[in-house]
């Protein structure tokens, strides 16, 4: 899903704590999910995520390896 970038915003402090690097908030008023309006993600917690990269190569390699297969279809096999 991509979030819309009209409800998300970013803030320097949130519960009176201040740090550098900030938080994303995600509004969700409108959104059915029980009482949740918003979610704020930390700064430095989405600059880890960033520079991790995208892990969905490695787990699918990983899923491969635990199942077994190599990548190759049947009629790639020799």
Known sequence: MLFPRNRMRFVNSYQGKSEQGGWVVLDL???DLDGVS???????????????GDTSADRL?????????????ADDEE
């Open 29 to 31: 008023t409108g959104a």
């Open 38 to 52: 918003k979610i704020y993600l930390p700064g430095p917690v989405l600059e880890e995520l960033r520079k991790r």
């Open 61 to 73: 390699k990983q899923a491969r390896d635990l199942l077994g297969g190599d990548g190759l279809g």
